[in-house]
């Protein structure tokens, strides 16, 4: 009775000390950037859609605070905005689900592309201006 007690104590400190430092190692997880400057796209872009419509677009790149106070080149985000809706539909776009998914593609791609020497320059993007037709 003894051994079975004292296997029991032996198993459950395991446990506990491997969730310790399982939770312990994750707790450094990266923390989220400061806000700095929005860079404005001054005019909106058209982009096709499926079956004849269009898009028209406008957004704004909110860059973190280490991307410092100078704005990004903006000619990258264009070309991957244009990239991401290019071919979607009038539908998926008309409902905010799709709207979100879309912006969330377009957000994670921009975050790498804007990513320097693993220094994120921008962290979200703001429509300014989102018609289908």
Do not use: C, W
């Amino acid at each position: 009775m003894l051994m079975i007690i004292i296997a029991a104590v032996v198993v459950l400190l395991g446990g506990g000390a491997g969730a310790f430092f399982m939770l312990k190692g994750s707790s450094k997880a990266e923390a989220a950037p400061k806000k700095g400057v929005v860079t404005a796209i001054d005019s909106a872009i058209t982009i096709n859609l499926t079956d004849g419509h269009y898009l028209k677009l406008g957004f704004s790149l909110q860059q973190t605070a280490d991307s410092g106070a100078t704005s990004v080149d903006t000619s990258e985000a264009l070309n991957l905005a244009i990239d991401e809706y290019t071919g979607k539909t009038v539908v998926e776009l008309s409902t905010e689900k799709g709207r979100n998914a879309a912006k969330a593609d377009l957000l994670t791609q921009l975050v790498k592309a804007y990513t320097v020497d693993g220094t994120k320059e921008v962290m979200d993007i703001y429509f300014t201006s989102f018609v289908t037709q």
